[in-house]
């Protein structure tokens, strides 16, 4: 059975609304007004963490069945561990209460009445939010349904209005970049796209992709995959898009707009520049959209795992357990959540790519069983490391080892780690083999 363009484009469209969060609204257009002039450069490399490896994570993880199973790669007892923490950055401890909060405090909260209590509007607007989210949750086989043929049309036709009109009536000034895009934009645009959490999400939304197609009658694994690449290709494409989009309007708007503390100002200054106050409802509409889609998704993805791990607890109880956590984390405000972001994903997304690098490789390299093991093991030590430096805890002697390494003040001392643990395993191997060979002919001589 073959799957027809229209479920194709539903489920890509579903793919990329689950991807296209919180994170993707803000730092694209932020990333644009601060590297100015540099902005080319930066979102080339900003698409490979943001895009690509994204992509590729949703292939793997579907190859694999779930993340787990790629984990086990490793160690079961990592697997456990690694897939619980992704779940949960991911999810109610980091990226479903940012997608909650930040509608309201960038779309909602400017346009209240001055003496307006903000921390009750916050309370009634992110339970609302909270309820519809869960309420779609608890039905995931309608995700394809109600994502995929209105939520993401609707999202995508309000970002085309925002941008058609900016190139129409927008201001456009550009100015160099700011010190941090200066030096190196192409590394700074590679990190920057951590903070979009797409490649820890691809770990996620890979199993919900080829279980969402299994659901339209494709039960054969290599027509699952073949529809997965597929539709993986395509919302890539669409995202690849709209972050050049944003991206642009954040750089032709560096010399217009005031740089303020993250990138939800910038896209507030675009819109409110082109369309005045009435721009609050575009700019609500989009946020609220956007977020909703990736909530929806992250509650759906997470109360399945979950909800494999025990009988006592169904999904849908996972859905009530996760939304309400997730209600209670994102009251605590978006710039406290982005704070707590960072050192986490500086962290784990460097063990996120190489594990999806091995997947992908795993054809060629799944006779060498130590190679995972190692690989990830080392990664895993630097980039926790460095995530414990940037939060001011570490150990002198440590520190000033890990600061010889190649690129480790810009956050990449784990890719020549990887690179040279790797070679070492293929080594290890090729004269493991070697040997054993020769013993063999020994013995067969005698």
Not at 50 to 64: Q, Y
Not at 180 to 194: I, R
């Amino acid at each position: 059975m073959n799957l027809k363009k229209k479920q194709v484009l539903l489920v890509s469209f579903m793919l990329f609304s689950l991807f296209f969060g919180a994170g993707n609204l803000i730092f694209p257009p932020f990333l644009g007004q601060n590297a100015g002039e540099n902005t080319p450069l930066a979102i080339a490399t900003f698409l490979i963490t943001a895009v690509a490896l994204p992509v590729l994570g949703v292939i793997v993880v579907a190859r694999f069945d779930g993340l787990e199973k790629l984990s086990r790669k490793v160690n079961p007892v990592f697997a456990m561990l690694f897939t619980v923490l992704i779940y949960l950055s991911i999810g109610p401890g980091l990226g479903i209460p940012r997608a909650a909060s930040l509608p309201f405090e960038m779309a909602v909260a400017p346009y209240l009445p001055e003496d307006a209590n903000l921390t009750v509007f916050m309370l009634v607007f992110s339970l609302v939010f909270f309820l519809i989210a869960g309420w779609l949750a608890m039905t995931p086989k309608k995700l394809v349904e109600r994502i995929g043929k209105f939520l993401t049309p609707s999202l995508l036709c309000l970002l085309l209005f925002v941008f058609v009109n900016f190139l129409l009536r927008g201001t456009v000034d550009v100015v160099p970049a700011q010190e941090s895009y200066q030096s190196n934009p192409l590394v700074k645009g590679f990190l920057e796209g951590y903070l979009t959490m797409d490649t820890i999400a691809a770990l996620n939304f890979g199993l919900v992709i080829a279980t969402t197609i299994q659901t339209l009658g494709i039960e054969e694994k290599k027509y699952v995959m073949r529809y997965t690449v597929m539709t993986g290709i395509f919302a890539g494409t669409i995202l690849a898009a709209v972050y050049l989009i944003l991206a642009y309007m954040g750089m032709a708007s560096s010399g217009v707009i005031p740089l303020q503390e993250n990138g939800a100002w910038t896209l507030r200054g675009i819109v409110h520049q082109l369309f005045g106050d009435m721009g609050a409802v575009v700019l609500a509409a989009i946020f609220t959209l956007a977020c909703l889609t990736t909530c929806v998704g992250l509650i759906t993805s997470i109360s399945q795992y979950f909800s494999t791990l025990t009988k006592k607890i169904s999904y849908k109880q996972w859905v009530y357990l996760i939304s309400g956590f997730s209600f209670i984390v994102c009251n605590q405000g978006l710039n406290v959540i982005l704070s707590i972001s960072v050192p986490v994903l500086d962290a784990i997304y460097p063990i996120a790519i190489i594990l999806i690098v091995l997947g992908l490789c795993d054809s060629f390299i799944k006779e060498i069983p130590y190679m995972y093991s190692c690989t990830v093991g080392a990664v895993g030590v630097v980039s926790v490391l460095y995530a414990l430096g940037n939060a001011g805890v570490e150990i002198k002697v440590i520190s000033n080892l890990l600061h010889k390494l190649p690129l480790y003040s810009l956050g990449l001392g784990w890719v020549g780690v990887a690179a040279v643990v790797a070679a070492v395993c293929l080594i290890v191997h090729a004269v493991q083999k070697a040997t054993g060979l020769s013993q063999i002919e020994n013995t067969a001589n005698e």
